[in-house]
């Protein structure tokens, strides 16, 4: 998902890093066979702090995206709530119709609303937004329906 993929990594949301977090704690094993000598004298107090590395983005997927889109929002003339337009500029994205029709096709639109721009916009809209409070952002309830 390149194009929805961006949105989450500006909105610090990526469920991509975990993944990348798989060859960090492979780091620690290495090291941990390094510190296998060690291990007599930490007992369980290294593999803790390394079991803890992992733990953090979990906690860094849990974002306020309102407060974040709030916060970018602030003396912009830009209404994210309702556009996807103004969304994707306030996260300084491509909001050109050939983008948001890119956008549209990776998220699965129905064709018949690909034809018409304003149902093709709140589609795309609606549907971003579940999408990232499906990935952990905490869209509100009013903003779903």
Same mark, same amino acid.
């Given at each position: 998902m390149g194009f929805f993929s961006t949105i989450l990594e500006k909105l610090g949301l990526n469920k991509n890093k975990p993944a990348a977090a798989t060859p960090a704690a492979a780091k620690p094993n290495v090291n941990f066979a390094e510190k296998s000598k060690d291990d007599n004298l930490k007992g369980s107090a290294g593999m803790a702090s390394s079991g803890s590395v992992p733990a953090a983005p979990k906690a860094v997927s849990e974002v306020d995206v309102v407060k974040h889109l709030e916060?970018?929002?602030?003396?912009?003339?830009? +209404?994210?709530? #309702?556009?996807?337009?103004?969304?994707?500029?306030?996260?300084?994205?491509?909001?050109? !119709?050939? =983008? !948001? %029709?890119?956008? =549209? *096709?990776? $998220?699965?639109?129905?064709?018949?609303?690909?034809?018409?721009?304003? *149902?093709? +916009?709140?589609? $795309?809209?609606?549907? #971003? $937004? *579940?999408?990232?409070?499906? %990935?952990?952002? +905490?869209?509100?309830?009013?903003?779903?329906?």
């Open positions: 916060t970018l929002s602030k003396g912009k003339e830009l +209404n994210w709530k #309702v556009s996807i337009v103004d969304l994707l500029k306030l996260l300084d994205i491509d909001s050109s !119709r050939e =983008a !948001r %029709n890119e956008l =549209a *096709k990776e $998220l699965g639109c129905p064709a018949d609303l690909m034809s018409d721009s304003a *149902k093709m +916009n709140t589609w $795309l809209h609606k549907t #971003v $937004l *579940k999408k990232i409070a499906e %990935n952990g952002g +905490n869209i509100p309830q009013s903003l779903l329906d």
